[in-house]
């Protein structure tokens, strides 16, 4: 494949193919003696997270002269997590040291993003929930989360992935954990983090000790908070699929909301 603006950096040994993903304008590169993952226009955010060692290492970034930056990752061989390894304390490790890093939190503070509440948050799925409100399963889930708004504020504030998916977990083959695809994180209560990927991939007798592992202790109101996060996590993703037609996501999440609104005596 040629992508003449990656021709121009890298010249014309390199082979190159497209990685996928959302902006398509990810690519896989690859010479007799190195691989790399390069991107166009990542964040700035990325430079931080290779320092800590969250994403594989940053090699290097240019410039084009249109203003557009590049960067280069190491392309690592390895794979995705599967489900039942997101239990696994090394998962609870790497969370906890994103949770804890104020490197992290100050990188992103200075690039202009506020503190995610839950009122917003609330606002956020009340706006999108709005044309299918005569659905019972989403009336009753933002009327749960409007609801609920007094019980569910937390001072502490971290950078959160917002999708952590098993996907997004990469283990390479010298079994290095790391966790990619940062575009939508954002500055707000860990439980958004912790609610997804305990309710997704972790058995609820196992919680206390996932938790044990990650750092704290599971309180009433943290599990409370974590509810509340997958309600709203799990509405605004049923109507943004809804929205955009797409039938099968559409029904996994319609599937997982009704259970949750079940566990809640809500339905």
Known sequence: MRVKWLEDILGNEWKIKPAGGATGEAYYAQSQNEKLFLKRNSSPFLAVLSAEGIVPKLVWTKRLENGDVVTAQRWLQGRELKAAEMQQTKVAH????????????????????????????????????????????????????????????????VVCHGDVNHNNWLISDEEELYLIDWEGAVVADPALDLGMLLHWYVPRQHWTDWLDAYGIELTTTLEYRMKWYVVYQSSVSLAWHRMRQETREENHWYHVLKTLLNQLNLL
């Open 94 to 157: 790497l969370l906890s040291k994103i949770h804890r890093s104020s490197d992290l939190l100050n990188m992103l503070k200075r690039l202009g993003k506020q503190p995610m509440h839950p009122t917003m948050l609330c606002e956020h799925a009340l706006h999108i929930t709005s044309p299918y409100y005569t659905d019972p399963l989403l009336k009753a889930s933002v009327t749960f989360l409007s609801r609920n708004l007094p019980y569910v504020q937390s001072d502490e504030k």
